[in-house]
């Protein structure tokens, strides 16, 4: 494969890559890499590649021109010279059972696979390729045709993932991101899995436009998935007990970067109405600059401070869209702190590990007319090998991935009434006007009724006359 990449994938193929969207790798953008071993590891894609390279240890290395340009989801193998070829795929082909059972099978040691690693080693150096090296074992084995069709297909894959150079490019998705995370590190992002976090973003409405108020302790992943869902447009206000801006990797390895320039912060100091900020000079004491330099700094903090003020009158304005919290704190004294800025049919929407949190947070909302319907659900997953003719659930999963606890605010108005006591409300007022109705139906009845009798009697007498 030639060093520059993209010339030797089809025409098709690359026919979007001077628009620049996003499923293409480009120069200075992160992505995942996934080894034979199904290990996943994160790299970065210098903004001026050139002849650097990404070492994958004993996978091999490679240089990152290779990459840049190409499409997400190839499959990649690392030839000698730190270049690149493009994996055709493969297919699934379902295994024909035979009588072979693995009941005569006695690991003998080295007996069984006289092939050491002093050997395989010595193939390794000499450049032969790791097809013929796995060959070399299966011919060598003495117990592998005892083995099932099953087991066979283990051994192969087990024996690729120690020796293949191979490697797949993953998308730096939300998804993929998520799961990525969450089997490097789940104790990082408070056990956030990523359907978690899909029932999270559909509960708390994210749309592009939205203005929400984040509070978050798992490294940035509920705030990345706030800014992924609003597109770039809307405000997300991220609230924290740090005066200075963070800094999210996870932000930085979706490559949202643009989208990022929705994110304000604030915190919990300046977003209590009460607080007088101490302010820096935004001049000198003399009103003379002495240099350049030294205007471009006052007018930076004078930039800085105006940034800030108009943040706060933003927030204590209110008219927020939702509330999202991810976070170690006692959540109802956030809840409590922020609902006055939250707007008419607002969602609330909290995530913990525990249920025990959230359910007293949940008694507490429930004695409280701003808050309706606070409900609690648990996420609960179950993977499955999808395999021709071996598809059953995973033997390894996760015994949970925690619980949502989800909430509409609305106006506290004393006036106002629920929806059952306003239909019964009109109803009685309904049957008060139909009795109303009738009684004045029935008056002039009977006034009608004298009216006539009057009037036969005058007749009578006028006949007798």
Known sequence: MAESGPSSLPEDVLVDQKEGKSHTIQAGSHLLLQLPSKEVRQVRIDTNPGGKTINLGKFGSFKQSCLVG??????????????????????????????????????????????????????????????????KQIETHVNYELKTEYSKDKYRKRKEAKFAKQMAILEPSLFNVASYLFEKDPGRILGLRVDTLSQIANLANLRPGGRFLVVDTTGGLLVATTLERLGGSGTVLYLSETDTPPEFPIVDLLNLKEKAE???????????????????????????????????????????????????????????????????YEPFSIVQRLTPYLAGSATVTIYSQYLQVLAEVQAKMRLLPAYLSPSITEAWLRQYQVFPGRTHPLMNMSGGGGYILHAIHVYDDPKASSVLAGRRRRLTERRSANRVAETN???????????????DVEMTSAETE
């Open 70 to 135: 190409q499409p997400y989801g190839l499959s990649y193998e690392i030839l000698p010279d730190k270049t690149l070829v493009i994996m055709p795929p493969t297919l699934l082909e379902e295994l024909e059972e035979t009588g072979a059972t693995n009941e005569l099978i006695v690991d003998a040691g080295e007996y069984v696979q006289p092939l050491t690693s002093d050997e395989i080693e010595v193939l390794k150096k000499s450049g032969v390729h790791f097809s013929e090296i796995i060959k």
């Open 262 to 328: 929705t994110l304000k912060h604030l915190d919990w100091a300046a977003a209590d109405e009460e607080h007088v900020p101490i302010r820096a000079p935004i001049e000198p004491p003399t009103g003379e600059y002495k240099s350049e330099g030294q205007r471009e700094r006052y007018e930076k903090r004078r930039q800085a401070l105006e940034a800030q003020a108009q943040l706060r009158e933003d927030l204590f304005a209110g008219e927020w869209d939702g509330l999202l919290i991810a976070a170690q």
């Open 441 to 455: 139906a029935q008056g002039l009845e009977s006034d009608t009724s004298i009216e006539n009798g009057g009037l």
